[in-house]
């Protein structure tokens, strides 16, 4: 008897349901609950995605987790940042330099780059939600002159929360992103805005017509932020946002992350907000 | 006109199970159990329920003696031919540490060939849309491709219909269509216990050729017609009629009905084991204890449990009537969407193995009624 | 005094106020500036004053015993902070204090409390430009307050 994998990829014939063996290469503490991992594949496989794409990455002997690629591309590593919020993700983040790691993906849509080339953008990132942006960031970055003005609304919990620091600095100098951060709490050090990210909001200055949002982060956040956008006069077709919900094969065959009709590892996990406003509205859908 | 149907008695049924076994194959087909028909191995037409039928309500289910010796004079238990084509439980991979290094297995892949004997036309239709679900895509369960490639699906037409059936308002039923093989009509046995068998595949007309088998007659093309329309009359439930069922619960997501319920549903799951296209599954890794070897296992789940929906720090669906709402709308509504066809194929195992007794047909009722009223 | 009314219509909380209600308004105003670190006010003082803020960042806090000074808000250019001088007792229930050196348009809360209690309509006008900031401020305290960012326990 042949051993096969269980699932594959019809277009590539890829298996789809065996992690492939990484191995962490770096890891960096980013806040006080998230850690950033640099993973290399074993064996050199061409491996190429888009930005808001995710991989399911294996702890052996524990589990797996869906995690968002947070870039930047192209650099032969994959870059993942992980908060610790549960037993397969503790694992993960406690994975120290040349320990295993499994990998599948990269899985799902990720962020309309090519509808945003020549339109002003507005990334609007809540907590851990910057993760998944920052490959669309970097993106941007390097095309920087095919896109108009954008803008950062960062919020996090507290100022040590704030991940990417340094980065964020060099994005909004060299890469003339006008950058607006938030925190919820803050201490006398802090010198920046305290309050919610839709407060932020006033700071960008959108042309509605010529406006693409990029949201990420929690349920609640990107609601009311798609809220203020539409209210602002941004089309809901011009709101993206990125779907969170319980992923178990990322192929859209073990039924778990199902919202209303979409199922979120494969349709998304990007969408539109014309799309996902109606099903976000109804409670425990 | 029906030159293609053909009449083979018990002893060519007989045959034909001795020729797939000869073959290799796994026979399956209906068998008693405890107190209910289930799928297991035959190798005898006297292996299944002769001279049995089953009485079906709400939350009910009893095997009663019937009237005659038929083989197939009962309607659809407990089990589902998901269990041999989608099984609860399997292992993807495994992984073991040596040395240094670690090294990851497939562990799908199965050589194994069979043949349902006794499919209904729900069944087929449901074998179809888990078709549709795991091959259909841009991803294919490559085990259950496999499976469904070395399985011959030999249907018989229902001679009764269940009291919770209501497959003649789903569209699916109760005359066989779809992927089968063969497809028999078990006439009412007397001194000759003869079945009308059409060939849906070459493989199908190679078993014909195999086991012999003699023209229909007109009488008995008839008979046999007029088996499956009186089974369609007789069909103890129906979907309401004139109802836009996936538009109305996509209109209804609020609605009252389903706390009301969400009162009486245990959120036993049992629905959903018993359901021939539920395909919902989850992973779970293990380990030996010195943590040298892994393996992943994949196995049934269902919407019904509070895991389901889990969402670090808690499910997303935390009510019985959300899950419920998930349940009965992914079936009837949202699958449409997903894969162009209703989840249900109206076999109404979700209604007799319910324990108590909640009855899919009379939800949809429920809501469509309060919404005209 | 030109430049005065000029900084307060200008305000984007004084946007399409009625003419004769600015200068109503104005006559109430000075101009107010606040070095970094500077203190506003203070937490049970008068609230004699309602600030719209022109230039720089002002935090609003509220001091723990052994926490410190939380901040739970800062306001910024074209927004506005002091709403207590609207309803009594008229006291702050935070500290105010510039974060960068910060311009602002002090309305004075006594004066501006008379000329709405003589004109009802310049107090109504008032009290509508005053709701919206105090009803998004509160839904914002409410999102605050689900520490949406924080871990699920």
């Keep these: ?285 | 006109m029906n030159a293609d149907k053909r009449v083979i008695t018990d002893e060519q049924l007989q045959k034909l199970i001795d020729v797939l076994i000869g073959a290799g194959r796994r026979v399956l087909g209906p068998v008693r159990g405890d107190g209910v028909v289930v799928y297991e191995d035959i190798q005898s037409v006297n292996d299944f329920p002769v001279g049995l039928t089953d009485e079906q309500t709400p939350g009910g289910y009893r095997l009663v003696e019937a009237a005659d010796q038929s083989y197939f004079g009962f309607s659809v238990g407990p089990h589902v031919w998901k269990k041999f084509l989608h099984p609860s439980q399997i292992e993807l991979w495994r992984a073991r540490r040596e040395g240094e290094n670690l090294i990851i297995e497939a562990s799908g892949g199965n050589n194994e060939t069979y043949a349902f004997i006794g499919v209904r036309a729900c069944e087929l239709a449901a074998i179809s849309k888990q078709d549709r679900v795991l091959t259909g895509g841009d991803y294919v369960d490559t085990h259950y491709q496999t499976r469904r490639e070395n399985t011959l699906l030999i249907a018989v037409n229902c001679g009764k219909a269940g009291g919770c059936c209501f497959c003649a308002s789903m569209g699916t039923g109760p005359e066989v269509r779809g992927p089968f093989d063969l497809a028999l009509t078990e006439l009412s046995p007397a001194d000759e216990h003869l079945f009308v068998v059409e060939a849906g595949s070459p493989a199908g007309q190679e078993l014909l050729l195999e086991i012999g088998s003699r023209p229909a007659t007109e009488h008995e093309i008839e008979t046999a017609k007029s088996i499956v329309e009186r089974t369609a009359l007789t069909m103890g439930r129906s979907m309401p009629p004139d109802v836009d069922v996936p538009r109305l619960l996509a209109d209804n997501l609020l609605h009252p009905r389903w706390q009301e319920v969400a009162e009486r549903c245990l959120s036993c799951a049992n629905c959903t084991l018993v359901c021939p296209t539920c395909f919902c599954t989850t992973v779970e890794d293990i380990s030996d204890l010195a943590g040298e070897s892994f393996a992943r296992e994949r196995r049934w789940d269902s919407c019904f449990t509070m895991d389901f929906s889990y969402l670090h720090g808690g499910g997303v669906r935390n009510t019985v009537a959300s899950r419920y709402r998930q349940w009965m709308t992914h079936k009837l509504s949202t699958w449409i969407e997903q894969f162009g066809s209703s989840g249900c194929v109206g076999c109404g195992r979700c209604i007799t193995w319910c324990p108590v007794g909640i009855d899919i047909t009379q939800e949809v009722q429920a809501i469509a009624g309060a919404q005209t009223g | ?153």
């Design chain 3, 1 to 153: 005094m030109e430049k005065l009314e000029y900084n307060l219509c200008a305000h984007p909380f004084f946007a399409g106020l009625d003419n004769s209600f600015a200068t109503l308004a104005v006559s109430c105003a000075q101009d107010a500036h606040f070095g970094a670190g500077e203190f506003i006010f203070h937490e049970g003082e008068a609230a004699d004053h309602f600030y719209l803020v022109r230039e720089g960042r002002v935090a609003l806090q509220i001091a723990a015993p052994g926490r410190g000074p939380a901040t739970f808000l800062t306001v910024g250019p074209g927004e506005v902070f002091g709403v207590n001088w609207l309803a009594s007792p008229y006291r702050w229930s935070y500290d105010a204090r510039a974060i960068a050196p910060t311009l602002a348009v002090a309305l004075n809360a006594a004066c501006l409390r008379q000329k709405c209690e003589s004109d009802p309509a310049l107090g109504y006008a008032l009290t509508k430009r005053v709701l919206p900031v105090l009803i998004e401020r509160l839904h914002a305290c409410r999102v605050q307050l689900l520490d949406l960012y924080g871990a699920r326990s």
């Design chain 1, 1 to 285: 008897m042949s051993l096969k994998p269980t699932a594959i990829d019809a277009r590539s014939g890829a298996p789809a349901d065996v992690p492939k063996l990484c191995y962490v290469r770096k890891r960096r503490h980013d806040a006080p609950d998230a850690w950033t991992l640099e993973i290399e594949f074993a064996e050199s496989v061409p491996f190429s995605y888009t930005p808001g794409q995710f991989n399911m990455l294996t702890a052996f002997g524990v589990g797996e987790s869906a995690i968002s690629i947070s870039g930047p591309p192209g650099q032969g590593r994959l870059i993942h940042t992980i908060r610790d919020v549960g037993p397969v993700s503790h694992a993960l983040t406690r994975l120290a330099p040349n320990d295993p790691v499994g990998v599948r993906g990269p899985f799902g849509v990720g962020w309309p780059m090519a509808t945003a080339e020549g339109q002003d953008v507005v990334i609007v990132a809540g907590g851990l939600g910057l993760a998944p942006l920052r490959p669309a960031i970097y993106h941007i970055l390097s095309r920087r002159e095919h896109f108009g003005d954008v803008w950062l609304l960062y919020g996090a919990r507290r100022p040590e929360d704030i991940l990417y620091r340094s980065e964020i600095e060099e994005w909004r100098k060299k890469g003339h992103i006008d950058v607006n951060i938030t925190v919820d709490h803050a201490g006398m050090d802090w010198p920046g805005h305290v309050g919610v990210v839709t407060g932020l909001l006033s700071h960008v200055n959108m042309d509605v017509s010529r406006t693409i949002a990029m949201l990420c982060g929690p349920e609640v956040m990107m609601r009311f932020v798609a809220a203020s956008l539409t209210e602002k006069g941004l089309g809901v077709g011009r709101i993206f946002l990125s779907m969170e919900r319980n992923m178990k094969c990322a192929i859209g065959h073990c039924g778990h992350c199902q919202l209303g009709p979409a199922f979120i590892c494969r349709d998304g996990p990007v969408f539109t907000f014309e799309r996902m406003g109606p099903l976000m509205s109804v409670k425990e859908l």
